[in-house]
């Protein structure tokens, strides 16, 4: 009988607490969880299960204090299914050392310095920082959400102004010369909401720019960015909308015949694409896309969503062949010499994509419920950038200027305006307030991370410690930590080799 439950869930979950005895909790690849595997622990004694045949097929079902196994059927049939477990030692780290062996073993693991020799630009993002523009939204009423629900009528079009500027190409540019002026070494410009439109409007009928973010000319010289530092933009090949020119080809057909929607964006419903079609749109667009001179694409949503069947008659997919064709799609791009990135993390990102943001990262944490399973496996295959999920307050500024958890777990961070056109002196200020963070990142960006364990009992001191030999020690208590015979200021850290 396990004591506690290990789940890959965001980068890690170590549950200690039964789940509400009334519900069946049920995780799927890759919204869910991040890895095909999960475990339990009794004591530094544990168990790992991980999928194999049908893996694509897989779920984890969690009720009481237990976590079960799961499939579906694909395409409404049973196919072949198998599970391997096996005993673990030194508590959850062992269970992720084991994994991170068996991801080895079977292809499923390729180091960032290989990627790195592949794609010089990644270098930029070893200790350098992302800086995040959202340039314009779609045509909408300002913050309301409900008005998302109700489709877009020739009626409303001429009621709602076109896309909202925040930014034009020639500004952000302009923003990120004074940062490097602010001590910004090396690091990307990314543009957000540069499509015809704005941001999370045509997809995938992307193309032309938004005219009233600038010229062609402009995007390009935008994009033109060398040296130790590149220019990203911002694209999705999962979604697309009533109002693109290409609906409705493409997308996923569900068991009852319907089209497969997904969630209520900024262009209001959107529907979910098969992979074989969203490859063929991503080579469409390439054709111009490939004339701005960009050396990074951050594909939003491919890494994080669930995998998805398709039923429409002579164009089926399974969910291994949207995992596959998931793959091809980031291949695509990193062939043609482009750092590329998603959303959040997941085992598709490991074979070719470089980057993956890890959003909604809250200063309030549970003590003792979040670990570093990701890391443990696959720090060093994939960078990760954490995103706070808490607002900053006066009370909270030198906890957010300290990124605690993102120097725990060796990750990156960016910096960014968002809806926000007079925020560029701020965002600039907290940059240089940060440069902590980009200097260690820099140390331990291509070590496996080792080992990560809590000091203290209550949870609040913890530890990680890397291939290099060199340690971190962060204490997340509003009190001074004594560790070791030395002491650690309330909410900070200390370094050791």
């Given at each position: 009988?396990?004591?506690?439950?290990?789940?890959?869930?965001?980068?890690?979950?170590?549950?200690?607490?039964?789940?509400?005895?009334?519900?069946?909790?049920?995780?799927?690849?890759?919204?869910?969880?991040?890895?095909?595997?999960?475990?339990?622990?009794?004591?530094?004694?544990?168990?790992?299960?991980?999928?194999?045949?049908?893996?694509?097929?897989?779920?984890?079902?969690?009720?009481?204090?237990?976590?079960?196994?799961?499939?579906?059927?694909?395409?409404?049939?049973?196919?072949?299914?198998?599970?391997?477990?096996?005993?673990?030692?030194?508590?959850?780290?062992?269970?992720?050392?084991?994994?991170?062996?068996?991801?080895?073993?079977?292809?499923?693991?390729?180091?960032?310095?290989?990627?790195?020799?592949?794609?010089?630009?990644?270098?930029?993002?070893?200790?350098?920082?992302?800086?995040?523009?959202?340039?314009?939204?779609?045509?909408?009423?300002?913050?309301?959400?409900?008005?998302?629900?109700?489709?877009?009528?020739?009626?409303?079009?001429?009621?709602?102004?076109?896309?909202?500027?925040?930014?034009?190409?020639?500004?952000?540019?302009?923003?990120?010369?004074?940062?490097?002026?602010?001590?910004?070494?090396?690091?990307?410009?990314?543009?957000?909401?540069?499509?015809?439109?704005?941001?999370?409007?045509?997809?995938?009928?992307?193309?032309?720019?938004?005219?009233?973010?600038?010229?062609?000319?402009?995007?390009?010289?935008?994009?033109?960015?060398?040296?130790?530092?590149?220019?990203?933009?911002?694209?999705?090949?999962?979604?697309?909308?009533?109002?693109?020119?290409?609906?409705?080809?493409?997308?996923?057909?569900?068991?009852?015949?319907?089209?497969?929607?997904?969630?209520?964006?900024?262009?209001?419903?959107?529907?979910?694409?098969?992979?074989?079609?969203?490859?063929?749109?991503?080579?469409?667009?390439?054709?111009?896309?490939?004339?701005?001179?960009?050396?990074?694409?951050?594909?939003d949503t491919t890494t994080t969503m669930q995998l998805?069947?398709?039923?429409?008659?002579?164009?089926?997919?399974?969910?291994?062949?949207?995992?596959?064709?998931?793959?091809?799609?980031?291949?695509?791009?990193?062939?043609?010499?482009?750092?590329?990135?998603?959303?959040?993390?997941?085992?598709?990102?490991?074979?070719?994509?470089?980057?993956?943001?890890?959003?909604?990262?809250?200063?309030?944490?549970?003590?003792?419920?979040?670990?570093?399973?990701?890391?443990?496996?696959?720090?060093?295959?994939?960078?990760?950038?954490?995103?706070?999920?808490?607002?900053?307050?006066?009370?909270?500024?030198?906890r957010y200027d300290k990124h605690l958890e993102e120097?725990?777990?060796?990750?990156?961070?960016?910096?960014?305006?968002?809806?926000?056109?007079?925020?560029?002196?701020?965002?600039?200020?907290?940059?240089?307030?940060?440069?902590?963070?980009?200097?260690?990142?820099?140390?331990?960006?291509?070590?496996?991370?080792?080992?990560?364990?809590?000091?203290?009992?209550?949870?609040?001191?913890?530890?990680?410690?890397?291939?290099?030999?060199?340690?971190?020690?962060?204490?997340?208590?509003?009190?001074?930590?004594?560790?070791?015979?030395?002491?650690?200021?309330?909410?900070?850290?200390?370094?050791?080799?």
């Open positions: 009988i396990s004591e506690s439950l290990i789940l890959p869930s965001s980068q890690g979950k170590w549950i200690k607490k039964p789940f509400d005895q009334w519900h069946r909790n049920v995780y799927k690849l890759y919204s869910q969880i991040n890895m095909r595997w999960f475990g339990g622990l009794k004591g530094d004694n544990g168990w790992i299960a991980i999928f194999e045949e049908g893996w694509a097929d897989s779920c984890i079902t969690g009720m009481a204090l237990t976590l079960s196994s799961g499939f579906l059927k694909s395409l409404g049939r049973w196919t072949p299914r198998s599970i391997r477990y096996c005993f673990t030692e030194n508590g959850y780290v062992g269970m992720a050392k084991r994994y991170r062996k068996y991801a080895i073993e079977h292809g499923m693991f390729r180091s960032l310095k290989d990627k790195a020799e592949q794609l010089p630009h990644l270098k930029s993002l070893i200790g350098g920082r992302m800086l995040i523009f959202f340039l314009a939204y779609s045509r909408r009423r300002e913050r309301d959400v409900l008005e998302q629900l109700i489709p877009m009528t020739d009626e409303l079009k001429k009621e709602i102004p076109a896309a909202k500027v925040y930014f034009t190409f020639n500004e952000a540019a302009a923003i990120f010369q004074r940062a490097k002026k602010r001590g910004l070494k090396k690091g990307v410009l990314y543009l957000a909401g540069w499509m015809n439109g704005g941001y999370d409007c045509s997809h995938p009928d992307v193309w032309p720019p938004e005219s009233r973010l600038g010229t062609i000319e402009e995007m390009k010289k935008t994009c033109s960015e060398s040296g130790d530092y590149f220019t990203m933009i911002h694209d999705n090949y999962q979604d697309i909308y009533e109002a693109s020119l290409s609906f409705p080809k493409g997308i996923n057909i569900n068991m009852r015949g319907r089209l497969m929607t997904g969630g209520i964006w900024s262009e209001r419903q959107c529907y979910i694409l098969n992979s074989k079609n969203s490859i063929e749109y991503a080579k469409r667009n390439w054709e111009n896309l490939k004339t701005l001179g960009f050396k990074g694409m951050y594909c998805f069947e398709s039923f429409e008659k002579g164009n089926t997919q399974t969910r291994q062949q949207d995992f596959e064709r998931k793959c091809e799609l980031i291949k695509f791009f990193t062939d043609k010499g482009l750092v590329f990135g998603s959303e959040q993390i997941g085992e598709i990102s490991i074979m070719n994509a470089s980057l993956g943001f890890m959003h909604g990262r809250s200063l309030d944490r549970e003590p003792g419920e979040r670990i570093p399973l990701w890391q443990l496996v696959f720090h060093d295959a994939c960078l990760v950038q954490q995103a706070y999920g808490t607002p900053r307050t006066n009370e909270n500024n030198d120097m725990l777990y060796g990750s990156c961070i960016n910096s960014g305006l968002w809806e926000n056109k007079d925020g560029a002196e701020e965002m600039l200020t907290l940059m240089e307030r940060s440069m902590h963070v980009d200097k260690w990142h820099e140390q331990i960006a291509f070590d496996e991370m080792m080992s990560h364990r809590f000091l203290t009992d209550d949870f609040l001191v913890e530890e990680t410690e890397f291939s290099s030999g060199k340690k971190i020690i962060c204490n997340f208590d509003t009190r001074d930590r004594a560790v070791n015979g030395k002491t650690i200021k309330a909410y900070d850290y200390r370094i050791e080799s």
